[in-house]
């Protein structure tokens, strides 16, 4: 994200503001967006995202902010991971990248289908408690997002919510965070059977220590380097 972009183009930074600054954010989004130069000037930001992005066909525009990737599981499953844009606001006030419930974003994201044969996995870099309307995000991700894979704040993290497994990145380089530490996750997803209603997850996560200096397994509350999980799998009945 090039920051710097708002200090020199002050319709760029304008129409970020008025969203930030705006009761009902998701209006004054649509309004924005609906423009052909407002909505240029609000990704302004993310050219270099999207120069990159464009090799692996995720690249965002005003009429797609969000982009899809299909990864068979099985024969009859479908992992679809959904890219979502959360650095809309990024930069338009300085607060609003170092503090939780400043960023914001758009509630035409989250809005997922579910349907059979398709397990959907979200990937956002804030965590939805970075974000203004979080009880909304919550909400919206809830009954749809089945894994939800999240970054920014470098602490390594699984959580269960209901029929959701949200995983949180830890650090990549060391100390960019406090004194964060590199981390990484392996992921594991078996249906178990072509109909089966059910998609075992399994998580290995290391971290790295300094002495001696290696990354170490962390350990699961059944004593093992696996953390699992079960989530349901949309199916249309037999």
């Not at 609000?42 to 270099?48: D, E, G, V």
């Amino acid at each position: 994200i090039d920051q710097t972009v708002l200090k020199t183009n002050v319709f760029a930074h304008n129409s970020q503001l008025a969203i930030d600054n705006a009761a009902n954010a998701d209006a004054a989004f649509r309004r924005q967006i609906a423009n052909v130069d407002s909505a240029n000037a609000i990704l302004s930001t993310m050219a270099a995202y999207n120069t990159f992005a464009s090799i692996y066909d995720c690249e965002i525009s005003p009429a797609k902010l969000t982009w899809t990737h299909d990864l068979k599981i099985n024969e009859n499953t479908t992992l679809r991971l959904h890219g979502l844009v959360s650095c809309l606001l990024s930069g338009v006030d300085d607060k609003i990248d170092h503090a939780p419930g400043r960023q914001y974003i758009n509630r035409m994201q989250m809005v997922i289908s579910p349907e059979d044969d398709i397990v959907n996995a979200t990937l956002c870099h804030h965590p939805p408690h970075w974000f203004k309307n979080a009880a909304e995000v919550n909400q919206l991700l809830r009954p749809s997002a089945r894994l939800q894979f999240f970054g920014h704040i470098h602490e390594q993290q699984i959580e269960q919510a209901g029929q959701n497994v949200r995983i949180l990145a830890g650090a990549l380089v060391p100390g960019y965070v406090g004194d964060s530490q590199p981390a990484y996750n392996f992921i594991s997803l078996d249906v178990g059977g072509d109909n089966t209603q059910e998609l075992f997850v399994q998580i290995s996560q290391y971290e790295w220590q300094l002495i001696p200096p290696r990354f170490r397994p962390k350990e699961a509350d059944d004593g093992s380097n696996i953390f699992k999980y079960v989530v349901p799998i949309d199916r249309a009945p037999l």
